[in-house]
């Protein structure tokens, strides 16, 4: 690939997240209440093995700062949708657990988010 190919297809790679990330935005905070990080925390957590991450995996999972996670939680906590646990093992650990609340917003706002994903995929790339 010489630099312009290789530049297009980057241009297209951020066209097409700009869109389905706004498409997201829109759909699941219009439906369900909840931005895009929020939903891809609910996500995660409803995916692991006992619904809950430590602080730290989830924001390598969901690839935000810590801080910028911490606001994130501290909102989904506001709304009953996960709460923070003690590790046991390592007192200075925090998990963060996925609550009922929390699964059945993630229950309704999923086929949301699956349909935009599969529209956006479906959608062919656009010429560079």
Same mark, same amino acid.
Request: hydrophobic share 35%.
């Given at each position: 690939m010489d630099d312009a @190919?290789?530049?297009? #297809?980057?241009? @297209?790679?951020?066209a097409r997240? /700009?869109?389905?990330w706004c498409a997201l935005e829109r759909e699941l905070g219009e439906?369900?209440?909840?931005?895009?990080s929020d939903f891809e925390v609910l996500?995660?957590?409803?995916? #692991? @093995?006992?619904?809950?991450?430590? +602080?730290? @995996?989830?924001a390598d999972a969901v690839h935000l700062s810590q801080s910028a996670l911490s606001r994130l939680?501290?909102?989904?906590?506001k709304a009953g949708l996960v709460c923070r646990n003690m590790c046991v093992e390592d007192r200075r650990?925090?998990?963060?657990?996925?609550?009922?609340?929390?699964r059945e917003r993630h229950a309704e706002a999923r086929p949301t988010h699956? /349909? +935009?994903?599969?529209? #956006?995929? /479906?959608?062919? #790339?656009?010429?560079s």
């Open positions: @190919e290789v530049v297009g #297809s980057w241009r @297209e790679l951020l997240h /700009a869109s389905t439906k369900h209440g909840l931005g895009v996500d995660r957590m409803c995916e #692991s @093995e006992h619904g809950k991450y430590r +602080v730290q @995996e989830l939680i501290s909102r989904l906590e650990g925090v998990f963060v657990q996925i609550t009922e609340t929390g699956r /349909a +935009v994903l599969n529209g #956006s995929m /479906a959608q062919p #790339s656009s010429p």
